[in-house]
């Protein structure tokens, strides 16, 4: 008796379990994973706010971002730059970009994920139970991040979407319009203006080259003079002139690895040459360097197409001699060039070399007097033998954004605009020039300050962006298609193609967008 008890108990048993088991499949298969980050379990500590904002710097290495994709949206794009080929990385240059081109859409998709990552941290960080200060800190990184972001979209495409929550809280997102560009300015200001109350001076030593309070108020005074707010730019620029920054001794120094995170620095792109070969990722290990110097490398010195500088920049740097009668040291460091002629600067002895070493003869011949880039390349520090020798990514020199010599340009250019030739916007384009012994200028023109900035910022990502808020692409690069005539030249320009097309994946994903004019 005792024996059926059990047996008929274990029966019953086993079978319950079987129902539970077949009424509950679905139930087990859909578990939750409690080791899975979700959005719901991740914004709870300072050590989630500090990994969320590092994720949102991220993008600006991406290789389809600064690493190396975004040199053809700004200095391929230029009257210095003449790219070779005609590939749809070059055809934005000489406006026969298309909507479909990848080289268009990676490039936006990586300032969009800055964006995204920076509404994240701002929506979310606010509520976390941490460090009032560091709170603080990592939220103006985001203001700062996604106002840096919608300067480049709105420069490079103008009609944008603007976005300043995540995606998660909009109904719709597949049916946000197009933005009024003027709201998307006023929201850039905005973040800036918030970014400089929430960031710190300095960082700590390990932490260099996150943004700071001074790297928002320089791109807030950028913007100004971008809008034509002189006084609200003057303003901001001697808000940086207070002497936190000052020029480096040698001009050089802003672009070697050597002497990265400078003086002059008010924000740069942070990479580092870790040899491995990631494409289009921005997980660790997927490659951060400086990707883009094989398109900036002179012929045989890169596998990629390149490009050369235009002739009218060099003839720029020898109209005029330094003060001791020799040629401009920034020619040396911007340019590779047919030249025998030295300068002594800084106690050196500079003369026209590019990789090993060598000069232009050794690696041209005397026949040809073709112009090549050498700014970045960083050959002295990193010894390197070419662009690429190992890999995409074998140096790890830092992109220079914004720098104060730019400041103080930018600061003479808001003083020339408000009095002419005033004793404020003299010192500023002096200092400049007193760094590379370039004699002081008595009385200056807008000619004057376009020549100086072309001589201090050429391959810096500002030439092309100076031309469109001067509205000179059409003077500059349309009516002369010998600075494109390594490529396509300037015939398929027609009014609105100063703007690169929207995507067309964003166009045929959301029917409230709408082709850029002129496409």
């Not at 943004?211 to 303003?235: C, I, M, P, Q």
């Not at 491995?276 to 290990?285: F, H, M, Y």
């Amino acid at each position: 008796m005792r024996n059926l008890k059990i047996t008929t108990r274990l029966i019953l048993t086993v079978l319950g379990i079987f129902v539970l088991t077949v009424s509950c499949r679905d139930d087990i298969l859909d578990q939750t994973n409690p080791n899975a980050v979700t959005p719901e379990s991740f914004w709870q500590t300072e050590e989630d706010a500090t990994k969320a904002i590092i994720g949102a710097y991220s993008p600006f290495t991406n290789i389809w971002y600064y690493s190396r994709f975004e040199i053809f949206t700004s200095d391929y794009r230029d009257d210095v730059v003449n790219g070779f080929g005609t590939s749809e990385r070059t055809n934005i240059g000489s406006f026969n970009g298309t909507s479909d081109s990848n080289g268009t859409f990676w490039v936006w998709s990586a300032m969009f994920q800055g964006v995204t990552r920076a509404n994240e941290v701002i929506a979310n960080v606010p509520i976390i139970d941490m460090d009032q200060t560091v709170r603080d800190n990592i939220v103006g990184e985001a203001y700062f991040i996604r106002a840096y972001n919608y300067f480049g979209l709105v420069n490079n495409w103008l009609n944008v979407p603007l976005i300043t929550t995540p995606i998660s809280e909009i109904e719709n997102p597949k049916l946000i319009p197009q933005a009024n560009p003027e709201d998307v300015w006023e929201q850039i200001e905005s973040d800036l203006k918030m970014a400089q109350q929430m960031l710190p001076t300095t960082w700590p030593s390990e932490q260099i080259g996150r943004a700071t309070s001074g790297a928002a108020t320089g791109l807030l005074g950028k913007v100004f003079l971008y809008r034509k707010k002189y006084d609200e730019a003057v303003t901001e620029f001697e808000k940086v002139m207070d002497g936190r920054y000052h020029l480096m001794d040698d001009y050089a120094a802003n672009f070697t690895e050597e002497y990265e995170n400078n003086a002059e620095s008010l924000f740069e792109i942070q990479l580092i040459a870790d040899g491995n070969q990631g494409w289009g990722g921005d997980n660790p290990g997927l490659g951060k360097g400086a990707a883009y110097h094989p398109d900036l490398a002179p012929r045989g010195y890169t596998g990629q197409d390149g490009m050369r500088i235009n002739n009218w920049v060099l003839d720029l740097f020898l109209d005029e001699k330094t003060v001791n009668g020799e040629i401009d040291p920034r020619a040396y460091t911007t340019l590779f060039f047919n030249s025998n002629e030295t300068t002594t600067y800084e106690g050196k002895l500079l003369s026209s070399k590019t990789y090993e070493g060598k000069s232009y003869q050794e690696v041209y011949g005397n026949d040809s007097n073709l112009v090549w880039a050498n700014k970045f390349l960083d050959i002295e520090y990193g010894g390197y033998v070419s662009s690429q020798k190992d890999g995409w990514h074998q140096s790890g020199n830092n992109l220079r954004i914004l720098r104060y010599a730019d400041i103080l340009l930018m600061y003479a250019e808001a003083q020339f605009m408000l009095g002419g030739s005033s004793a404020p916007a003299l010192d500023a384009i002096n200092q400049v020039r007193a760094r590379v012994d370039m004699p002081p200028l008595n009385s200056i023109t807008m000619q004057d300050i376009s020549d100086e900035r072309v001589k201090e910022l050429s391959l810096e990502r500002t030439r092309y962006f100076d031309l469109l808020r001067w509205d000179k692409v059409v003077e500059r690069i349309v009516n002369n298609p010998e600075f494109k005539s390594e490529s396509a030249g300037t015939s398929a320009y027609k009014p609105g193609r100063e703007y690169i097309d929207i995507p067309q994946n964003e166009i045929d994903s959301n029917p409230n967008f709408e082709h850029n004019p002129g496409y």
